[in-house]
Every structure is written in C-alpha cells, then in structure tokens.
C-alpha cells in the first residue's frame, strides 16, 4: 500500500514531535518521508495546537509553531462532512479522531478507549507498534 492515510491521536503526535530520540520518534521521519499520509481535521488540529499550549510543556508559542511545522505540511486535510457511523465511546475528545479515521487506512492511539473499540470499528484502530509492524515492516 502506497501511503497509508493515517489518523494520529494527539498523544502519538506529541511524543512523535516533543521526543526526538523516543520510542515513537520514527512517526515523524516516516510522514516527513512521504511513507505515511497523516490526516487532519479542523477539530483534530484544534486539539493538537490547545494540548501543546499546556502549561507543562512549557512550550513557547514559537516552539508550538516550530512543531506544528514539522507536522502540518505533511497532513492531508478532511473535511468530516456529515456525522460517520461510529461506536459509541466513552470519551467525547475521542470522537472527531473516529470521525476522521472513517476516512482513513487506520486509527494509531495507545488510548484504551480508542483501542477497546477496534472489535466494532470499520477501519483498524491499533497500536503504534502494530501500525508499523502491519503497514511499515521494512522499517
């Protein structure tokens, strides 16, 4: 498969962009390489640029723009026209990635919420390591 569209929780995406040598540091030289197409959403976008703004990060708005370069320009975006069928979830900030995953190849999350409902959900929903092991292998 040439490119796999790829939805990316915000917590994949944040030890991707804020872990340089971490064990999921490989994300971002794999969208940077073109060898995954990650996907966005307003609402996903949304969430990534509020949850860089915490204060524990201690990012200064330059560094949360530097980030977001390294990211953004490698996304695809998707407008999520109309309400997907999706399963019922036990967190509502859950919900826009599902949404958006309706249009993609998989869903990447340690999340377990999001992981319980790979069983009922039409597209993959899986871990970072099964991500790479399923679509990556030569990597």
Known sequence: ???PRVV???NVLLSALLFH???LS???EVWQ???IRPLSSRETISELIRV????KFNLTKDEQEDLLADYLPWCETVVVSGPPPIP???DPFDLPFLALASQADALV???NDLLALAPVFSIPILTPGSFRNTFLPAI
């Open 21 to 23: 040598t971490g064990r």
């Open 52 to 55: 860089l703004g915490y204060p």
């Open 26 to 28: 490989w994300f971002r």
């Open 88 to 90: 019922q979830c036990r």
């Open 1 to 3: 498969m040439k490119h």
């Open 8 to 10: 990316l929780d915000t």
């Open 33 to 35: 390489a073109d060898d």
């Open 109 to 111: 999350t340690g999340d």
